[in-house]
């Protein structure tokens, strides 16, 4: 029985692929960041700069072309993304009304850009590939950037999330935490000198990264080095990486490099724990990095990368926008939310009842409490038609989006966005 048991999984190499967006000129882009630059910009030429600590000049990207990976609270960052996108009428990478992107040979045709501008985001769940995002999001243009987690944090949300854990109280019943996941890892793949498991619970980051094709390449090299070479492409690679136990400085840092506004990386906490938390043994933890290893070292190389990147922009001005993002950020959960009523969501998850507020004046709160894979089916609408009055099919029915997404644009056209 390999029930709840993790494989490594091997794919095939991505052979170069070659992606055109039209025959016609294209613009930069759809949008002008320099109409709301940070305080701290400066424009030279078509060139937006930013003042980074001892006076360096940072150059700012239009563009973001964003990893989602698995289980590091990557679903409230694209809520966030959309958002910014409906508010500024962006172009997003994702194949029609398809939750996941697929990219390589042969792979399903994307939703092209409006007539006349080139995709601004990619954030959806699917593989790393540069060999083939680099055609699609220049880097030129683009900030790239993807989001880690704290390694036992991620496994255990992951464990709990994917029925691994489920699939071992079946089998072992009133079995501890730490029983349960010894058993499941005694069902795994155990590392070796030279391959470590991948899948959706064990380094399903690396998965998420690229690790399957750029190890496969590397053929008899041993997973050290394999895990090294790997860590070095990411690093070249990603422009900045975010911490998810560092969410709010990660903001911080993102709409820097992006010369967004505050109010374009507010959240919600749309998820209440319906889950008592359960503490793991120190030899659990232990055990768990053990397997997780590939995913552990790319956590521990880029939370220390994190730090020169507070150093760059200035540890103390991060700090103070921290603190004003927090205070605005709770102010407008505290409007958005009636945080005394809670309401069962999905996967078992409990949520706070939206108030009036948030359904009527501030309909932000809506679209950021609604689930990535139903506002990606309105973003593929928005974008292939600007159509946004077709049903969509929600969890409690058909819905249209027509009445939120006309007031998002009204509010930021207006300048009365009121997050």
Known sequence: NDKGKETTEKFPDSPSVR???????????SEDITSSPTPTSTETGQQLQIKGENSEQ???KKNLMFVKTHKCGTSTLVDVFYLRGVRKKLNFVLHPYKHQLSLGQNHRPLTPPRPGTVYNMQCQHGTFRPDVEHQIMPKETSLYSTIVRSP??????????????????????????????GHFLDRSQAPTEYTAPTGSVLNSVARDLGWSTFANKMGSATLKEKIDAFVKHLDNEMDFVMITDRMDESLIILKEYLGWNMTDIVYLNRMVSSKPKVTMSEETKAR??????IDAHIFDHFNASFERHLDRLGREKVASQVKEFQEMREAFENKCFDKSTTVKGPYNSISWKITDYGKNENVACTFLQTRDVILTKVITELQLSQDYTVPIQGSNGPFT??????????????N????
């Open 401 to 414: 989006m027509q009445d939120i997404v006309s007031k998002i644009q009204r509010h930021y056209n207006n």
């Open 152 to 181: 036992v944090s991620q496994f255990k949300s992951a464990f709990s999330f994917f029925g691994a854990e489920g699939n071992m109280r079946k089998m072992y019943g009133t079995a501890t935490i730490d029983e349960l996941i």
């Open 416 to 419: 009365e966005d009121p997050v």
């Open 19 to 29: 992606i055109s967006i039209g025959e016609s000129s294209v613009s930069e882009a």
């Open 288 to 293: 768990i990095l053990k397997y997780h290893v």
């Open 58 to 60: 940072i150059s700012i």
